[in-house]
Structure formats: C-alpha cells, structure tokens
C-alpha cells in the first residue's frame, strides 16, 4: 500500500529558499502524476505543481518563476525547490501521486514564510 512521506519543510525568511522532498515508502511502482498542493488558514487546498511521466509539468500561476518541480530517475520521489518565498507560500504543503486510477495524498508539512 503506498504511504508518501514529505520532508523539507519549516520555518524561512522572506526571499529564502526550501526544498520539499516526496517518496513513496512502501512501493516501487511508478507513478503517473506527482505533485504538490497546499493549503493555508482558512483557503481551500490548491494546486502548487505537478509533473507526469514522461517528465511534463505544469505550474501554478502564483509559483511560476519561482519554484521548480522535479522526480528521481526511479520516478517515486518528487521533489519541489522553492525560491524567492514570500510571506503568502505560508502553508501545509501536501504530496500527491497519482497510478492506476487511484491518488494517494501524504500527510503535509508545514511552510512558514516570515516577513
């Protein structure tokens, strides 16, 4: 059964960097999609970034420029670089993969940007 486990996240100035990783612990299939959302106090979860086999991605409008998603060579580790952060990335930062139909979430961690 896959379990995602996130690291990476915490507390960072305004215009420094973190860099979230993603790996699926209990599995060794590939994924068709992975990602990332986040969710802050009171907002609905969005969208962050995601990439597809073959390595295709796609970004929010608000990261574009700013933060950079990649996937290991064995394609069941995600990683999200983000630069230049800004107060508003504070949020719970959640992976998702996607196979077979069926998406998986990790449990979230937490990025703080403070001004």
């Known amino acids: 059964q896959v379990q995602l486990v996130e690291s990476g996240g915490g507390l960072v100035q305004a215009g420094g960097s973190l860099r979230l990783s993603c790996a699926d612990s209990?599995?060794?299939?590939?994924?068709?999609?992975m990602g990332w959302y986040r969710q802050a106090p009171g907002k609905q979860r969005e969208m962050v970034a995601l990439?597809?086999?073959?390595?295709?991605?796609s970004y929010a409008d608000f990261v574009k420029g700013r933060f950079t998603i990649s996937r290991t060579y064995a394609e069941n580790t995600v990683y999200l670089q983000m630069d230049s952060l800004a107060p508003e990335d504070t949020a719970v930062y959640y992976c998702?993969?996607?196979?077979?139909?069926?998406?998986?979430w990790g449990q979230g961690t937490q990025v703080t940007v403070s001004s």
């Open positions: 998702y993969a996607a196979r077979s139909g069926s998406g998986y």
């Open positions: 990439i597809t086999t073959p390595r295709t991605t």
């Open positions: 209990r599995t060794t299939f590939s994924f068709s999609v």
